[in-house]
């Protein structure tokens, strides 16, 4: 079946089947363009596409969710800590009006970072659809959540997308970073290398997430560790599908990786100041 040509970007003259090609891989396997969201929405079920990736946000949100909450609850509990120390030095004795202030500005500043850590964590439930992030650091933000668990199921998360001024949207980094590489950890048969690697064009950046399986010999996790079952519903790749219709992003999967194009952002959201 001919696949429709995508939007081209600026600069570009790259379609949906010579992305694939470029790739190394046939381009009617598993390839998602843009068109194809307008064309389900379209259809008769107008809102099925919507449901669907909202549908996929959840999973995300609920797989994330641990780790979320750890975020939050690291600073406040040092907020708590620093309070009780506080309030059993003033129940032995007054403590000197220096060591009292000391005290008070260190209390302050950590209840400053639990602010921004939960303001942090809230733009992934709320999250500013103009908002733009560098490339690596929009995949620094999924590696850096999904590194502790992943650890735990014999996965290793390395990312090497290199260190470069290209800006993306913040929500469809988030999104589709964190689904590709929970739907291929889910899908790898043992322990794995997950890595992250990008090639930057002018107008747009072609992102790789690849699933490599460990030799034998170093799988330190047997197949229990793998086939735990995690917090909420495996992700498969109808979900990867659904946010990539949903934001517009092309890409294509193969058994062990996960390849998308990922167009550059120019950020339109005003300057804001931070809470103090």
């Not at 197949?223 to 934001?247: C, G, H, K, M, T």
Request: proline residues 7%.
């Amino acid at each position: 079946m001919k696949l429709p040509r995508c939007k081209q970007c600026t600069g570009d003259k790259t379609s949906s089947t010579d992305f694939a090609a470029d790739a190394g891989k046939d381009p009617s396997m598993s390839v998602v363009t843009p068109s194809q969201g307008v064309a389900a929405g379209q259809s008769a079920s107008n809102r099925r596409p919507r449901t669907q990736a909202e549908a996929a946000r959840y999973g995300v949100l609920r797989r994330l969710a641990p780790a979320l909450k750890h975020d939050m609850v690291v600073n406040l509990q040092a907020v708590a800590m620093m309070a009780e120390v506080l309030g059993a030095r003033l129940e032995k004795g007054s403590p000197s009006p220096a060591d009292l202030e000391g005290s008070v500005t260190k209390m302050n500043r950590l209840a400053r970072e639990a602010v921004m850590t939960c303001l942090k964590v809230a733009t992934w439930i709320s999250p500013s659809e103009d908002e733009s992030v560098r490339l690596r650091d929009g995949v620094d933000e999924c590696v850096a959540l999904l590194r502790s668990s992943f650890n735990f199921r014999g996965f290793s998360l390395s990312n090497d997308v290199p260190d470069a001024d290209f800006e993306v949207s913040r929500v469809a980094s988030r999104h589709l970073v964190a689904a590709s590489l929970l739907s291929l950890a889910d899908a790898a048969s043992g322990p794995s290398d997950l890595v992250a690697t990008a090639e930057v064009s002018p107008g747009f950046a072609v992102l790789t997430i690849r699933c490599t399986p460990k030799p034998k010999d170093e799988e330190s996790l047997g197949p229990d560790a793998i086939a735990a079952e995690p917090n909420y519903r495996a992700l498969d790749w109808s979900d990867v599908q659904a946010l990539a219709i949903a934001e517009g992003i092309e890409l294509f999967r193969t058994q062990d990786q996960i390849v998308m194009r990922v167009p550059r952002m120019v950020a339109t959201t005003p300057l804001q100041i931070a809470p103090l």
